[in-house]
């Protein structure tokens, strides 16, 4: 079974990889072709009314992106695909050499001899002490991908500005929050799964109210250790953003910048946390490299998540994939332990030793489920892109954002390869969406062509 379903995957990242090019070409005509008879103006910058072409303003954007500049983001982009095999393959290899090992038991062990030292009070400690060496013999075997993936492909297309060092030193933060993070989630889970019978209920729920409370802290106590979080002092930006808050019912006083430019050359914002947690912050890419009007067309769309509680639905709609996930541990940990048991060291649900196979389990559950994940991103996305717009009323904005989104994502997919992969819209769907709005709003202050 598992065997056939690997086969599955990799037949539709190939039959993508064959498909989406010319899928793309097909739905775009060539810079320069002719449109309608009644050549109304429909490129960047022009009105928009009735005449308006949305068609031909779409690919008037599109065509402003060089050849060599799209070749490269599609690159980048579609070299994501195989990266995501990769990633599972690697994972799935480590977890799999820990348990085979037997190294899994040891450490299990070795946590319960550390634990039984100390006052009985402190047994829940085993969790965390097993948790810290899965960890690290995890961290260290994935480095090699970790770094080509995170420092020297970013390098490579010209997206990362951190040396070395940093970056590593930024990879040791994220361990550590991980680390701090799983040693207060574990020993709940498995205390969980040692008492109840319907254990897969009870640690899914357990699972989805730590996520919740990880999004909670994360705008105010994990966010900063990565950047520094300066109050944007600029009125000409501060006060268009704060009143295109209030009048969207956000209560905020300040908006703050982040210091992103240390590590990449991406352009983002966010509007984050809930239960007066709530921050709205840009990063200084955003501030040195766009436009009042497309520093609008983001804040929009980011207030346009907030607005439209997708940080609440979006607890919701993965909990249900936790769910659902933890009903195919229910069905599949059992079967693997009767299997391979005696060989990992591992004695049933509640073993601490099993953890690794709880992973790989959740791990490929996850992989096949990518699809159902990204395209409930994308629709929330696609809703916060339709507020964004209502909210700001800068659809060129919007579309020149798109465009320097497109210098890491691929601007023009196909209809199977957007489903599948894209976890936003695509460039092209977003400049569409933009100059929909744009023919049906004319006479709004858009932004003028540079």
Partial sequence: MRRGGMFVILAIFLAV??????????????????TAADPAPSGPGADGGPRFDVAAATSAYLAKVPPDK?????????????????????????????????????????AERLAGMLPGWLGWLRAPFYWAQLSAVIAVLQFPLAAYEGYFREH??????????PWLGDQ?????????????????LYAVLRRSRQWWLWGSLVAVLFQTFGAL??????FPLFNTFTKLEDKSIRGPILSLARANGIEVDDVYVMDASRQTTRVSANVSGMMGTTRITLNDNLLKRCSLPEIEAVMGHEMGHYVLHHNYK????????IALGFGFLRVSFDGAVRRYGSTWGVNGIGDLAGLPALMLLLSVYFFVMTPVLNSGTRIEEAEADLFGLNASRQPDGAAEIALKLGEYRKLNPGPLEEMI??????????????????????????????
């Fill in 17 to 34: 990889q064959l498909i989406s090019g010319g899928a793309a070409l097909a739905e775009a005509p060539p810079p320069g072709a002719a």
């Fill in 70 to 110: 799209k070749a490269r983001s599609d690159a980048y982009f579609e070299g994501g695909y195989w990266l995501l095999l990769w990633d599972f393959l690697w994972s799935s290899a480590v977890l799999l050499l820990v348990l085979r090992l037997g190294w899994s038991a040891k450490m299990r062990d070795r």
């Fill in 156 to 165: 490579k297309y010209g997206l990362a500005t951190q040396t070395f060092g």
């Fill in 172 to 188: 040791v933060k994220l361990f550590l929050v991980n680390l701090i993070m799983f040693s207060i989630l574990l020993p709940l």
């Fill in 217 to 222: 802290i994360a705008p105010v106590y994990i």
């Fill in 314 to 321: 979006g607890i919701v709609f993965f909990g249900l994939l």
């Fill in 421 to 450: 992969f894209f976890d936003h819209p695509s460039g092209r769907s977003r400049i569409e969406m933009a100059m929909r709005f744009k023919a049906e709003n004319p006479g709004e202050n858009h932004l003028s062509s540079p």
